[in-house]
């Protein structure tokens, strides 16, 4: 409805407003920091050769995945409803068709499984706070961790265990939508978390491998990165801003009118990128200092962390302390990823918010033993990428997510009309306005594309015809 005037569009929120826009900085902080940074971003990088893979998952992070967190927000902000509702009305508003709002159903469906794999690996940091705790790792060899390790995942009833616990909280904090605390843990977590990862730091500087971690992170080498990892770096991308599920977009219809979006949307994706620099360079100059594999897999963090506490000074507290906070950090994600199915079931089949919350968490639960299978009984039986935990994460993060982002980037740039993104957005001086229009319409949707297709070999013959000696 282009002639519509753009403010008669503003719409008032269903459920209030964050109480400020630091309040907000800090949800989407809480979403977007957590085992993907810390955990995921370090093993990725480490099974994908290091400094090339992260030097895409950069552009990744702030020419993709930057431009579509805004568009998630401004989109969250106009409909101000679950995720599912608002891509039905504005579709409707914007072009006539009520079916944009599939994008938020692909991302309900997208959260379930995220969470599903998302709650097995926090359960085991659960674990590690209690074996930090209790001196486990005080002095241990890099063999008797490895040992720890895999005798935690390769049993069901231990593994599973602690899945059922993390899945209970997450649970219980959805049930009662308790944002409030949340907003204050948040706001005291992540800068422990940081301090903690400055101390490890100085413990990694210290190792006598940092040149060669570092090297390793920032080295690139592009010929050693395939087309698969091209794709795994725009997953992590993707995975780690917490977009192209609308869990970003849920946030965003809670935001005041005059906050901006754009420099909110900088703000977060910065400090969610220097969280994960910051874990790879603690994490891998221990692999290297300890002869460890940098393609150890989901493991890599269960297996060198533990060797830094086992050799500091009150390393047992420290342990638990970080565990403790990177587990926190998981919940208030996995809230995120729990929240637009809860919200879509209780708007869509009038259920209350408990009962919303046990049928879709009893779900995610049962579907995570998927994943608590895939390190034991089911760790043989492979296809397409893997076991099923890693089709899971494949499928996930280095498809749906993307596909997600970029129906969600073109709806934004092409489809809505120019007065209503202008109108969120609202920035005055204008120019950073056209440059998010830009990144939003072209760059983001062709690079998604483009990877799309690299990975599947197709522009193989281009390159090579470009590059004539490679
Ligand atoms: N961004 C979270 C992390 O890095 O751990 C994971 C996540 C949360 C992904 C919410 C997607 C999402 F919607």
Redesign the pocket.
Known sequence: MPEQSASSTRRDSLHGLWSSRFAFILAVTG???????I??FPYVAGANGGGAFVAVYLLCVFAIGLPIMMAEVLIGRRGRRNPVATMTLLGEEEAGHPSWGLVGLL?VV??FL?LSF?SVIAGWTGAYIIKSAIGEFVGAEPATIAGSFAALTGSVLNSGFWHTVFMAVTMFVVARGVERGLEQAVRFMVPALVVILLILLGYAMNTGAFQQGFAFLFKPDFAALTGNGVLAAMGQA???????????MAYGAYLPQQTSIIGTSVAVVCA?TAIAILAGLVIFPIVFANGLDPNAGPGLIFETLPLAFGQLPGGAIFGALFFLLLAF??LT??I??MEPAVAWIMENHGLGRAQATTLVGTIIWVLGFTTVLSFNRLSDFRFWNGTIFDNIGFLTSNIM?PVGGLLITVFAGWVMCQNSSADELDETAGTLYRLWRFLARYVAPVAVLLIFLNATGLLAPVFDALMPQG
């Open positions: 979403s977007a920091v957590g085992l993907g940074n955990w995921r991302g997208t959260g995220i998302y993707f995975f780690s801003l917490s977009i192209g599920m609308a869990a970003v969610d950090a998981a994600s996995g995120s990823l997510l």
